[in-house]
């Protein structure tokens, strides 16, 4: 099998499930954000030790952006097919993730002024993701005003999701603002 299937040199891109949409399409634009989340999560997880909370923490979150993008990556005649928590975003992501949250703040108190990031390799990585994941969740709100977004489980995740990797990053810096106020 090969890599290249040449089926988008006219412009279009397959959907999960079937159907083809132009490459700049919103859904397209939303699915590929999530995707340089993943990457740049990736670039924060490789300077992470392997056998840290924080390296478990960042792929957990990595998993969880292929669920939210392979959701956003279906057309909408087809998300019955989909399948909560694999290939669907639900609520109790979301709340997962406002757990985690509560969790690293009550260890981590936030700044209370603005961080500029850079602190360390990883929480840089962490929050380019961050800025990443907001594009997204922008490409998202555009969805569903044109009405391609039937629930708003994507939406509630990436929100939530900026927050908490707001926060994890600051906790990855082991909550020492001192090298990163704006």
Excluded: C
Aim: proline letters at 5%; glycine letters at 8%.
């Amino acid at each position: 099998m090969k890599v290249y299937t040449k089926r988008g040199d006219d412009g279009t891109t397959g959907l999960l499930y079937g159907g083809r949409v132009d490459k700049d399409d919103l859904r397209t634009g939303a699915y590929g954000t999530t995707d340089e989340a993943v990457s740049a999560l990736g670039m924060a997880r490789a300077a992470l030790a392997p056998d840290t909370e924080w390296h478990a923490a960042v792929l957990e979150v990595q998993r969880e952006l292929f669920v939210v993008g392979a959701q956003l990556a279906t057309h909408v005649d087809h998300w019955p097919k989909l399948a909560e928590g694999v290939s669907r975003a639900t609520p109790a992501m979301t709340e997962e993730l406002e757990r985690r949250i509560d969790a690293l703040t009550d260890r981590y108190p936030l700044p209370q002024e603005f961080v500029v990031p850079g602190g360390s390799p990883a929480g840089a990585a962490i929050d380019l993701a961050r800025t990443v994941v907001r594009r997204a969740e922008r490409l998202v709100v555009a969805m569903q005003r044109e009405d391609l977004l039937p629930d708003d489980s994507p939406l509630r995740y990436l929100n939530r999701l900026s927050d908490y990797l707001f926060v994890l990053a600051r906790a990855i810096e082991g909550g020492d603002y001192t090298r990163t106020r704006a």
